[in-house]
């Protein structure tokens, strides 16, 4: 198990917030196969909002107690996962106020990561760009995953986004920890260099900023001994060029840290964070700079 998962302690779990629909199967599928790589355990967190579930607003209309509401999501849960040979541990929770209810979860049960699901964010906050997600990505402690893409084995293409920041290098060394052994494309956008590989730039002879700055930036992180890293960069807006780079290249994953100097991390923090959630078609690994203890 990743030590970044684990912290060397296997009461580290990975954490899925479902609605225990069909539009949370990919997040679940994809839960349960990162939970078996690393033999980390599972929890399911169904959270009983009657705002955003009608049908549950009835049920307790009609007088079903949370132990009834629990059995039933219980059955549910384990009919899912009969299938692959999984088990879940799941909590049950009512609350208003969804992404404090799975912050509480994730400190509570010491998850190592929190998976949503790309289809089921509306049931899970109303809105993709408004509630859940966005919230999630800027105050979750823990690394949250988006799922999109259906589950055929563990992720192979890797992107880790960066602007060389602090927090890019975080994101960078998460995505080593969790995934060794990987091949790692680590991208970076750049308005005023043409687009070519870091290799093609070395061919060339010429050395931009943004290669003086990735080698810096290579130099200060102490990635693993099997790490792979694979430096791109690109020309033009980050929504535009990232998205069809993953698009031509079949990326699985797209790492990226929560906050930046300037550039790319910094923009994420503001309208092109809600297009890269809305534009990407892949999954993606929001990683939260840890603070500093004081």
């Known amino acids: 198990m990743p030590a970044q998962i684990a912290n060397r302690d296997s009461s580290c779990s990975v954490l899925l917030a479902t609605d225990l629909s069909v539009r949370s199967d990919r997040a679940l599928d994809r839960a349960v196969q990162l939970a078996q790589e690393w033999e980390a ?22 007088g079903a107690t949370d132990d009834q509401l629990m059995q039933v999501a219980k059955r549910q849960l384990a009919h899912d996962l009969g299938p692959m040979n999984a088990s879940a541990t799941l909590r049950l929770v009512r609350s208003g106020d969804v992404p404090t209810a799975i912050r509480n979860m994730a400190a509570s049960v010491r998850a190592g990561l929190v998976v949503i699901g790309g289809s089921s964010i509306k049931t899970l906050g109303r809105s993709l760009l408004g509630s859940t997600a966005e919230n999630l990505a800027r105050t979750l402690p823990e ?18 986004a960066t602007d060389f920041s602090e927090s890019s290098r975080h994101a960078l060394l998460t995505a080593a920890r969790f995934f060794p052994g990987r091949d790692l494309i680590l991208y970076h956008a750049d308005s005023s260099n043409k687009p070519m590989s870091i290799n093609a730039v070395k061919s060339s002879g010429v050395h931009t900023s943004a290669e003086k700055n990735y080698a810096t930036f290579m130099e200060a992180s102490a990635l693993p001994s099997d790490a792979r890293v694979q430096p791109v960069l690109a020309h033009g807006g980050i929504e535009s060029v ?10 699985d994953l797209v790492v990226m840290g929560n906050r930046g100097a300037s550039g790319l991390m910094g923009a994420l923090l503001g309208s092109t964070a809600a297009k890269l959630l809305d534009w990407l078609p892949c999954d993606i690994l929001r990683v939260r700079e840890p603070r500093p203890v004081e």
């Open 242 to 251: 990232l998205t069809r780079y993953v698009r031509e290249h079949d990326i």
């Open 41 to 62: 355990g599972l929890v399911a967190l169904n959270v009983l909002d009657h705002a955003a579930y009608p049908d549950q607003a009835l049920a307790w209309a009609s």
């Open 143 to 160: 690394p949250l995953l988006v799922v999109r893409k259906r589950t055929h084995g563990g992720y192979r293409r890797i992107m880790v």
